[in-house]
């Protein structure tokens, strides 16, 4: 059981081009969320997902789409990079939005702008 | 709009002393509480979550937090840290109903362990 996984670890991208980070969670949760962590500013959340099929804004979406085909993929993807994206991003899932079930969280992807 | 405050952003502690680290939330309603800790280079992992009924919850490594409604307060404790306590702690919030309940997190508190 690998919990969430995402991929790439660190990616450096120069303005303007794009990307997709991946998650993709194994435990069969309904409920995915995409933040980003910036320093001392702790986690805003971008995007979210209660089930296959359907995802909603988060606080900070300008910049960023989502999908969710599957339970298990929530990709991010980031179409015209601005250096404003620089960040750490990390996908959790639940089991449950409404009653706040614990979040499960991968390991981040560190995303650099240049 | 609800928020979470966290009255710290850095603490520095010698080992063996106690820990308190603060946390205040604005809204009015049901709420359930967390204490996520980011230890350095890793993800967030889940330290403790209070959803009801005994208001002094116990989590993982020795850590409790004690939920006052009449303070909106969800304070940290470790009667005596370790050096491998040294990271990043996140309070946050979540609410029952409404059309957008989600984990607001605060602002986080950095904890440094001197050996």
């Known amino acids: 059981n690998a919990g969430v996984t995402q991929t790439p670890k660190f990616r450096i991208l120069k303005i303007g081009q794009s990307m997709t980070l991946q998650c993709t969670q194994d435990m069969n949760h309904n409920y995915m969320y995409w933040y980003r962590q910036d320093p001392g500013m702790g986690l805003k959340l971008i995007y979210y997902s209660v089930g296959a099929g359907i995802t909603d804004k988060g606080e900070v979406p300008n910049g960023y789409n989502v999908s969710r085909s599957t339970t298990e993929d929530f990709p991010l993807r980031l179409e015209l990079a601005a250096p404003s994206q620089t960040s750490v991003y990390f996908c959790?899932?639940?089991?449950?939005?409404?009653?706040?079930?614990?979040?499960?969280f991968g390991p981040g992807t560190r995303l650099t702008v240049t | 709009a609800q928020s979470v405050s966290q009255h710290n952003h850095h603490v520095i502690l010698s080992e063996a002393a106690s820990l308190e680290l603060g946390c205040n939330y604005s809204y009015g309603g049901t709420v359930n509480l967390f204490w996520y800790v980011q230890y350095p280079g890793q993800h967030l992992q889940l330290l403790l979550k209070y959803f009801s009924g005994d208001p002094l919850v116990k989590g993982i490594k020795g850590f409790e937090a004690e939920f006052i409604k009449s303070k909106f307060s969800f304070n940290l404790r470790k009667p005596s840290v370790q050096w491998s306590d040294t990271a990043e702690y996140f309070c946050a919030v979540t609410s029952y109903g409404g059309s957008q309940g989600n984990l607001i997190f605060g602002k986080g508190t950095k904890l440094s362990v001197k050996p």
């Open positions: 959790a899932s639940s089991y449950s939005f409404q009653g706040g079930y614990e979040q499960y």
